[in-house]
């Protein structure tokens, strides 16, 4: 008995032992992806996608047909590896029409390869894009759900406001049937009369009048509080942009971070528009979809038009307009708030505030930016504490409690947007 549970015993830290090393490699591999994904999106996104040709080559499926030791040669210095007269070099180069792909010499081979894991990551299929439907439409749903109880809501309010008007009728009735009954036992009065000594009843019921009072106020409050609450609200507000920019073509189907175009919103106050410089980093060759046909899509040649940009010679003229685009979020002056506090500080998502931009073809205000909207999330969300800031107000407390002094500087004094829009 002693022998088979021994050998039991051994089987089991095994296999227990190999789990926890496939799983050690797996997680590993799943770091190098992530990893390389990271460095993919900051330093190759802005030329190549994984599985459409941008600027340079799609670059789905690379990693089955060119070896790692090629791709990381290139990769750190592509114009070395053509010089050299590397055939499949040589080849891409001209196919590219000569054009050059910046050097990422100090780029270690490790960092390399954890590129290449993930486009080898990309390049097999998965059912990413449904899941991420699948979560806009739960959101949807959401916002369905919120309908449907509010309307619910107001019905039940409607049944108890006709229940409550029922009565009160009722009681109005027994007033005046009690009043006519003594009237008429007089003479045939007059509907004027009638009326008055209708009056007469209802100021004299008191319980009657304080409720009438009451129901008023009631209403008024309610009234009042909701408009109060929704003075500028714009949710839903999608005015019509000069040029036809769609975030679900572009941060959706392309996958173009919203760091590309919006840098700001991580490490300012304002998240910013991009200018059509920024633009120009793709469209100075993407110019229009294959339904064009090659020619130049009428809302690109816009792009070229605001930049004086001669799409045939290349060249920049020098009479450059800038695009208006119409702004859409738009605080009034006497409230502050910040981007980098909400992105970067407390790892808000643009999308909880901004909504599924990018399933976007034309941006409209998802929240409804009203006092209410900000005082309601910060009573309900945990601040993240794993932060410079609040590492370095944990050092200035700690520097208090030795004795030490403490200056503006230390919580932040110096930092711009503290005294600056
Ligand atoms: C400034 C634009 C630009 C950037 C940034 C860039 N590339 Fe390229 N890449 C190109 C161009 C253009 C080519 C086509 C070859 C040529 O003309 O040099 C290319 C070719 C390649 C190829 C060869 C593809 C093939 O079919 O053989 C690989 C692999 C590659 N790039 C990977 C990367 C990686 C990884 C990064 C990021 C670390 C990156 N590139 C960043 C422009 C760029
Ligand atoms: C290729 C560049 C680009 C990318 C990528 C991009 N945007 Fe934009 N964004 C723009 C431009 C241009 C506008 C102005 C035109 C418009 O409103 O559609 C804009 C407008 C907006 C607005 C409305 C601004 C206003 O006027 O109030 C929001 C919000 C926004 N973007 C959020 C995002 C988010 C979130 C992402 C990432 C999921 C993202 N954007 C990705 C270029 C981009
Ligand atoms: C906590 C909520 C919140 C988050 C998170 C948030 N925004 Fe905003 N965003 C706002 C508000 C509020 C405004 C209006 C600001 C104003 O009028 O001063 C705004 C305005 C904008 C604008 C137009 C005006 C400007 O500031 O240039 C853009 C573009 C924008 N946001 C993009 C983004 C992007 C991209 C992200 C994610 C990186 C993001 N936002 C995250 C609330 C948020
Ligand atoms: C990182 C690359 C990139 C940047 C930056 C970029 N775009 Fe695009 N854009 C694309 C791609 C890719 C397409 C899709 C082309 C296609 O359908 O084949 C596209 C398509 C478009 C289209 C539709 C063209 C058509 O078929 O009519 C418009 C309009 C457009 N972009 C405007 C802009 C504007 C404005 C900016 C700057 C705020 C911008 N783009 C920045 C990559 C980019
Ligand atoms: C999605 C939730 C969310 C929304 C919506 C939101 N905030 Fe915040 N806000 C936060 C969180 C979380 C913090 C804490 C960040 C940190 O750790 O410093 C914060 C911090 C702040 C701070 C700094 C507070 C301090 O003491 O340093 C200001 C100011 C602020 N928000 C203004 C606003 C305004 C104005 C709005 C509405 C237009 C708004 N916020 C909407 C989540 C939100
Ligand atoms: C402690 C508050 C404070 C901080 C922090 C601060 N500033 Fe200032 N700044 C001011 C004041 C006040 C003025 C106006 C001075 C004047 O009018 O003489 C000013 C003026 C300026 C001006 C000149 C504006 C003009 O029109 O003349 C610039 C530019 C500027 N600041 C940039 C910055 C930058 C960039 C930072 C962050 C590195 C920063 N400031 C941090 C308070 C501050």
């Given at each position: 008995?002693?022998?088979v549970?021994?050998v039991l015993g051994?089987?089991?830290?095994i296999v227990?032992m ?14 190098d ?6 460095i993919?999106?900051s330093k190759c996104a ?11 080559p799609?670059?789905?499926?690379i ?5 790692e030791?090629?791709?990381?040669k290139?990769?750190?210095?592509s114009?070395?590896?053509i ?7 040589v080849?891409?180069f001209e196919e590219?029409?000569k ?5 990422f010499t100090?780029m270690p081979?490790?960092q390399?390869k954890s590129?290449l894991?993930y486009?080898?990551?990309e390049?097999?299929?998965?059912p990413?894009e ?11 749903d959401?916002a369905?759900l ?8 107001v019905?039940?309010?409607?049944i108890?406001?006709i229940?409550v008007?029922n009565?009160?009728i009722?009681t109005?009735e027994?007033?005046i049937a009690t009043?006519?009954a003594a ?6 009065p007059?509907t004027s009369?009638?009326?008055?000594s209708f009056?007469?009843?209802f100021?004299?019921n008191k319980?009657?009048?304080g409720?009438?009072?009451?129901m ?9 509080w909701?408009?109060m609450?929704n003075?500028g609200?714009?949710?839903?507000y ?5 040029i036809?920019?769609?975030h ?6 392309n996958?173009i971070e919203?760091?590309y175009?919006h ?5 300012s ?5 991009p ?5 120009m980093?793709?469209?100075n060759?993407?110019t ?6 090659g ?6 040649a816009k792009?070229?038009r ?5 799409p ?5 003229g020098?009479n ?5 685009w ?5 605080l ?13 500080v ?11 931009i990018e399933?976007?073809e ?7 930016l ?5 005082v309601d ?8 504490s ?6 370095d107000?944990?050092?200035?407390h700690?520097s ?11 919580i932040g ?9």
């Amino acid at each position: 008995m002693r022998n088979v549970s021994s050998v039991l015993g051994k089987l089991a830290r095994i296999v227990s032992m190999s789990l926890a090393l496939l799983f050690a490699v797996t997680t590993l591999r799943a770091q190098d992806v992530k990893e390389g994904e990271k460095i993919f999106k900051s330093k190759c996104a802005s030329c190549h996608a994984i599985g459409q040709k941008r600027v340079g080559p799609a670059l789905k499926g690379i990693t089955d047909t060119k070896s790692e030791e090629w791709l990381i040669k290139w990769v750190q210095n592509s114009a070395a590896l053509i010089k050299s007269g590397d055939p499949d070099a040589v080849a891409i180069f001209e196919e590219y029409n000569k054009s050059v792909m910046t050097n990422f010499t100090d780029m270690p081979d490790e960092q390399v390869k954890s590129v290449l894991a993930y486009i080898k990551d990309e390049s097999t299929e998965k059912p990413k894009e449904g899941a991420a439907a699948g979560g806009g439409a739960a959101k949807d749903d959401n916002a369905n759900l919120f309908m449907i109880f509010g309307l619910v809501g107001v019905v039940i309010l409607a049944i108890v406001v006709i229940v409550v008007l029922n009565r009160v009728i009722r009681t109005l009735e027994k007033v005046i049937a009690t009043n006519q009954a003594a009237i008429e036992a007089e003479e045939e009065p007059k509907t004027s009369k009638k009326f008055l000594s209708f009056a007469q009843g209802f100021i004299k019921n008191k319980k009657l009048v304080g409720f009438a009072v009451l129901m008023l106020v009631a209403l008024l409050g309610v009234g009042g509080w909701k408009t109060m609450w929704n003075v500028g609200v714009h949710t839903g507000y999608q005015p019509v942009q000069p040029i036809k920019f769609s975030h679900q073509l572009h941060a959706g189907v392309n996958k173009i971070e919203c760091q590309y175009c919006h840098g700001g919103a991580f490490k300012s106050k304002n998240a910013s528009i991009p200018s059509a410089n920024v633009c120009m980093n793709c469209h100075n060759t993407i110019t229009g979809s294959e339904h064009y046909d090659g020619e130049i899509s009428p809302e690109i040649a816009k792009i070229y038009r605001a930049l004086d940009w001669n799409p045939e010679t290349r060249a920049y003229g020098n009479n450059p307009k800038p695009i208006q685009w119409v702004r859409i979020h738009n605080l009034p002056d006497f409230a502050y708030f910040n981007h980098s506090q909400h992105v970067t500080v407390a790892g808000v998502e643009c999308q909880t505030c901004h909504g599924p931009i990018e399933t976007m073809e034309e941006v409209y205000q998802y929240s409804p930016l009203t006092m209410k909207w900000c005082v309601d999330c910060h009573q309900t969300t945990d601040v993240k504490s794993d932060n410079k800031y609040y590492e370095d107000l944990i050092k200035a407390h700690e520097s208090i409690k030795k004795g030490e002094k403490m200056t503006a500087a230390m919580i932040g004094g110096l930092e711009c947007g503290k005294c600056h829009y």
